[in-house]
């Protein structure tokens, strides 16, 4: 250990105090998360139904990254950089679309199969002979589990997605998301805040009852977290006996049908899946959701997410997820306000750091899934920005 690291010590409630204040607006410390929480970690990228017939695509910024997800001819869901092998322009610039059967660079107009194959490059005769595949569009690691589509950009510690997930997997199969499909667009939206403080709102309920008060009349006596383990967490609730004193809370109570597509002890409920280290999935009778989070900067944070129906939905269903719909959007803005007021202390003098209530073991276990990856999280004291990486690596190194 060395002069960075010898004098180093650590609270023994430190973990009841979560993360230090520092960890929130570290530039340092960020590049550590993109590169080892983020790119090292499975990402949900879409839904199949987002990409439903040959040569439609999406495609995925994030973290430094741009991913191109597209169905190929033979009806295959691929997953590539974004990136022409060229000169590194976008092979495709629209966030969404559909291509005939091969994507064309914008800038000097090489022509790529879906594949991902190289077709041809333009003027060839001003090149050496191209191998095909060689210079093909670079894979992404996919998955897909259930319709979701699940992309990886760098290899990373995480098992396989079916591995990862199989603790959902009975549960979570009851609702049949493969078959579902898109109920609009996938969505963005840009908070002014750190991404870990977007995690830390999402990952307890025990600020439900006075931060959210819908979600309180609907099925706040019934709700309750499980901490993450392996990955993963999960958060359950069923509706309250006399739930209906907000507009939409008492409708989407009275309209939404008997799911009788669902086993007695899902057909109230409403289910969180949280998936490591910036993902939920979210069921409810008639829709299933997901949502996550990228890191901008220190200080500003992309949520994305999609919204996914059954391919038959009555007309009580489509009322029901409408009425749901206007329930989390509330609760979405009531959260963001949350966390900006949480984040902007986190550069305050005064601010000594979380002190956690037993009751938000989701936050404290997502903190240690992130000290474990990053020990040097561990510190009470920031390093110097210049010696971060370094730090962090030897942190790793002296691990038991």
Request: hydrophobic residues 35%.
């Amino acid at each position: 250990m060395n002069e960075m690291t010898r004098n180093i010590s650590v609270p023994n409630d430190w973990d009841r105090r979560g993360l230090p204040g520092w960890c929130y607006h570290s530039d340092a410390l960020l590049e550590l998360e993109k590169q080892h929480v983020f790119r090292e970690h499975w990402q949900i990228a879409c839904h199949l139904s987002d990409v439903p017939e040959p040569g439609n695509y999406i495609t995925m910024d994030v973290v430094g990254e741009r991913a191109l997800i597209l169905r190929d001819q033979g009806g295959i869901v691929r997953g590539f950089h974004n990136i022409c092998r060229h000169r590194g322009s976008r092979v495709v610039a629209d966030d969404k679309g559909t291509c005939r059967n091969a994507l064309v660079c914008p800038f000097h107009g090489w022509v790529y199969n879906l594949d991902g194959t190289l077709r041809g490059a333009a003027r060839p005769r001003s090149f050496p002979p191209l191998d095909k595949q060689e210079f093909g569009l670079m894979p992404l690691d996919l998955e897909v589990w259930m319709g979701f589509v699940f992309i990886r950009f760098a290899p990373g510690p995480q098992p396989s997605v079916a591995d990862l997930m199989q603790p959902f997997a009975t549960e979570l199969g009851e609702y049949r998301t493969e078959e579902m499909v898109a109920a609009g667009n996938l969505w963005t939206q840009v908070s002014p805040v750190n991404w870990k403080s977007v995690r830390d709102v999402d990952n307890e309920g025990y600020h439900v009852a006075m931060a959210h008060p819908a979600l309180q009349d609907l099925y706040g006596s019934t709700y309750y977290d499980e901490p993450f383990v392996n990955g993963l967490c999960r958060s359950f609730a069923t509706y309250n006996p006399h739930a209906g004193r907000r507009w939409s809370v008492r409708n989407y109570v009275a309209i939404a049908p008997e799911a009788t597509h669902l086993p007695e002890h899902l057909r109230r409920a409403w289910i969180y899946y949280g998936i490591f280290a910036n993902a939920v999935i979210a069921v409810t009778p008639e829709a299933v959701q997901f949502y996550q989070e990228f890191p901008l900067s220190t200080g500003k944070t992309l949520l994305r997410g999609g919204i996914y129906r059954y391919h038959d939905e009555t007309r009580e269903q489509r009322a029901a997820r409408y009425l749901a719909h206007r329930i989390d959007r509330d609760t979405q803005a009531e959260d963001v306000q949350l966390t900006v007021w949480s984040n902007e202390s986190m550069t305050s003098k005064a601010f000594s750091g979380f002190y956690l209530s037993d009751l938000e073991y989701g936050v404290r276990t997502h903190h240690d899934h992130l000290r474990a990856i990053l020990p040097v999280m561990n510190l009470p004291k920031a390093p110097d920005e210049r010696d971060m990486a370094e730090v962090n690596s030897q942190l790793r190194s002296a691990k038991p």
